[in-house]
């Protein structure tokens, strides 16, 4: 009762902000199509460390950052475009340059969430479903009601059986409601019990090495699932959902956050080239890399975010892919939506989901 009154009050003092998207949009430019496509996100990782590398309050922080000394070594610079390079180094060095990346405020160039609350479960609704749901404002283990991309896709003949998701999040079965459509998604310390000789040793070190087992399991172990159910199984849609940063964020470590950002950038720099060297995926195939929601943009409130939290909606996206132009970090002035997402998601498969109203991003 309580998360009801209090969606009725937050629609009352904060209205949808999407209202170009009750009417679905033509492209004058389609989409180009590719093959297959791969879906990444990290958790609660703000555009600020995206677009200007690490921030000089939070790194210089004894309370965020206890070595200071070292973390610095390895992130700082006093140029942002220097700093936001040694983070993110195959980000800047690859995807910028051959890619699309959008959400630099600094350019008035805005992605937000269109949900009213700038948490996780409403942030992965809104991305895979197109919609918003004022019902969904909890992160609780509940069944979504909601359809999504994933599920619609596997629906269709070209693509059945060919829809995979890993997350290091166990929530997400109940986001992608796997009860009502049985997509294979690995998520939390879940085992793939039919596997390779490698995927038993991952599961061996889920269950047996690993104590103390979180709502989040590493996202090196999530990863390593992925990629090896990837070399077996070559679906053509997969979903990569990595959750440390946020995790690290609301303990207050900021050194860990950043390692962690770091860290995910190499592994999808591992898995691009292993996609630019494997027959069926070189070339035919498109990354979207995004995160679910923002986090606080002041110093006293970083680890934080919600709809009470300023910066909590502010988000960010790339692209790249066959047919992508290579544009670069936009500069635009412009607004988009992760909303838009499920949408992107079926026109870079040359499908339509019928579902949304929303209608694709706009790229250039």
Same mark, same amino acid.
């Given at each position: ?9 937050l ?6 902000v ?18 297959n ?13 995206v677009?200007t ?16 000394s ?18 993110l ?5 690859v ?15 805005k992605v ?7 948490i ?12 918003t ?5 909890s992160n ?14 596997? %629906?269709r003949?070209?693509?059945? #059986?060919?829809?995979?998701?890993? @997350? !290091?999040?166990?929530? $997400?079965p109940? +986001?992608?409601n796997?009860k ?27 269950q047996e ?7 989040t ?7 390593l699932t ?6 077996q ?9 990595l959750?440390?940063t ?34 069926g ?12 929601h ?5 110093? %006293?409130?970083?680890?934080?975010? #919600?709809?009470?939290?300023s910066? @909590? !909606?502010?988000?960010? $996206?790339?692209? +790249? ?29 040359g499908?339509?989901f ?11």
């Amino acid at each position: 009762m309580k998360n009801i009154w209090t969606c009725i009050i937050l629609v009352m003092l904060f209205p949808p902000v999407y209202k170009e998207q009750e009417k679905k949009e033509v492209l004058s430019t389609p989409l180009p199509v590719a093959g297959n496509l791969f879906i990444i996100t990290t958790d609660g990782f703000r555009w600020q460390e995206v677009f200007t590398g690490a921030d000089p309050a939070l790194i210089n922080s004894s309370k965020y950052t206890p070595d200071t000394s070292t973390i610095k070594m390895l992130y700082w610079a006093e140029n942002p475009e220097e700093r936001r390079k040694k983070l993110l180094p195959f980000f800047w060095n690859v995807i910028a340059q051959k890619g699309q990346v959008f959400g630099n405020r600094g350019y008035q160039n805005k992605v937000d969430v269109a949900n009213l609350y700038s948490i996780s479960y409403p942030g992965y609704n809104e991305l895979f479903t197109g919609n918003t749901d004022m019902y969904i404002s909890s992160n609780k283990k509940r069944n979504n009601p909601n359809i999504n991309v994933l599920e619609y896709l596997d %629906s269709r003949p070209s693509f059945a #059986g060919k829809v995979a998701a890993f @997350s !290091s999040w166990d929530v $997400f079965p109940y +986001i992608l409601n796997t009860k009502r459509n049985n997509l294979p998604v690995n998520s939390g310390y879940n085992n793939i019990e039919e596997g390779t000789t490698y995927q038993q040793l991952i599961n061996t070190v889920q269950q047996e090495v690993i104590y103390d087992k979180k709502p989040t399991r590493y996202d090196q172990l999530t990863f390593l699932t992925a990629k090896e159910y990837l070399q077996q199984h070559n679906p053509r849609v997969l979903y990569l959902g990595l959750g440390e940063t946020d995790e690290f964020a609301h303990e207050g470590r900021y050194d860990l956050y950043l390692q962690q950002a770091s860290q995910v950038d190499r592994m999808i720099a591992e898995l691009w080239h292993w996609v630019q060297t494997t027959p069926g995926y070189k070339d035919n195939t498109t990354f979207i890399i995004t995160t679910d929601h923002g986090r606080g943009s002041k110093a %006293s409130n970083w680890t934080a975010h #919600g709809e009470f939290i300023s910066g @909590s !909606s502010q988000t960010w $996206f790339a692209v +790249i892919g066959p047919g992508i132009k290579p544009a670069g970090e936009i500069k635009s002035n412009e607004q988009q939506y992760i909303q838009q997402m499920a949408q992107t998601i079926a026109h870079l498969l040359g499908e339509e989901f019928s579902i949304t109203a929303a209608s694709p991003v706009s790229l250039h």
